[in-house]
C-alpha cells in the first residue's frame, strides 16, 4: 500500500522534473541562438508535422527564431532566413513510443513511414532535424532556400549537444526529402514498432 501511495505522489514531482530539464535545454539551446536571431514565443503558424499535434504530449513549445542579419541565398535573394524549434514531452517512453507510432501513419509531408527505413524523396517537406529522447521530441525546422549541407550539419551537432545523447534517435529531412534515421535507428523488423 506505501508503495501505491510513494506512486501516486512521486508520478506529478518526476513529471515536473523532466518537463522542467526540457525546458532548460530549449532555454539554454535558445541563449546560445540569441546573439545571430531573433527569437519569439509564438502560439500558431507551427509547421505541419503531420499528425503529431493530435498525441497525447503533456507539454509544447513553439518557438521562431529569425537570423538577425540579412544573407544571400542559392537563389541570389537577400532574405533572413527562418527557422523552426518545437519540443514535445510525454509522460513517459511508453506514452512517447504510442505516438511516435500513430504519428509515423502520417508523418510530416503526410507520407506514411516505418520506423529505421529511410526515404529518397518526400514532396514539400523543409529541411528538418528531429531528435527523439526518452519522453521527447525535439524539432527544428530549416529554410530550403537558406540552408546549404555545412549549415545543416552545424545545426545538426548543435541539437545534439543540447537535446540529445548517447540513445537519442535522430532522424535528417532534406528539402524534398530524403528522409534518414542517421542515429540509433530502430529496426524496422521489430514487432515493439508495428501498428
Known amino acids: 500500500m506505501k508503495n501505491i501511495i510513494f506512486l501516486i505522489v512521486s508520478t506529478p514531482i ?11 535545454r530549449t532555454s ?3 541563449q546560445e541562438q540569441s546573439k545571430a536571431f531573433k527569437i519569439k514565443e509564438i502560439n500558431g503558424s ?11 504530449f503533456i507539454f509544447h513549445q513553439y518557438y521562431q527564431l529569425k537570423q538577425i542579419d540579412k544573407e ?7 532574405v533572413r532566413p527562418k527557422y523552426d524549434l518545437s519540443t514535445f514531452a510525454y509522460e513517459d517512453e511508453e506514452e512517447l513510443k504510442y505516438a511516435l507510432k500513430f504519428w509515423f501513419k502520417e508523418f510530416i509531408g503526410n507520407k506514411r513511414i516505418t520506423p529505421g527505413r529511410d526515404y529518397r524523396k518526400v514532396d514539400h ?6 531528435i527523439i529522447e526518452r519522453n ?6 530549416l529554410s530550403c532556400y537558406a540552408t546549404d549541407i ?11 549537444a543540447v537535446f540529445g545523447s548517447p540513445n537519442s534517435i535522430l532522424v535528417e ?16 523488423k521489430d514487432p515493439s514498432w508495428k501498428r
Open 125 to 130: 517537406v523543409k529541411p528538418t532535424l528531429i
Open 14 to 24: 518526476l513529471l515536473h522534473g523532466q518537463i522542467e530539464e526540457l525546458k532548460q
Open 46 to 56: 507551427e509547421p505541419d508535422y503531420g499528425i503529431l499535434k493530435e498525441t497525447q
Open 72 to 78: 544571400i541565398n542559392e537563389l541570389g535573394n537577400s
Open 173 to 188: 529531412i532534406g528539402c524534398n526529402g530524403p528522409i534518414e534515421w542517421t542515429k540509433n535507428s530502430p529496426d524496422p
Open 136 to 141: 521527447t521530441i525535439t524539432i527544428l525546422t
Open 150 to 160: 555545412q549549415e545543416f550539419r552545424n545545426w545538426r551537432s548543435i541539437m545534439l
Open 28 to 30: 539554454l539551446f535558445l
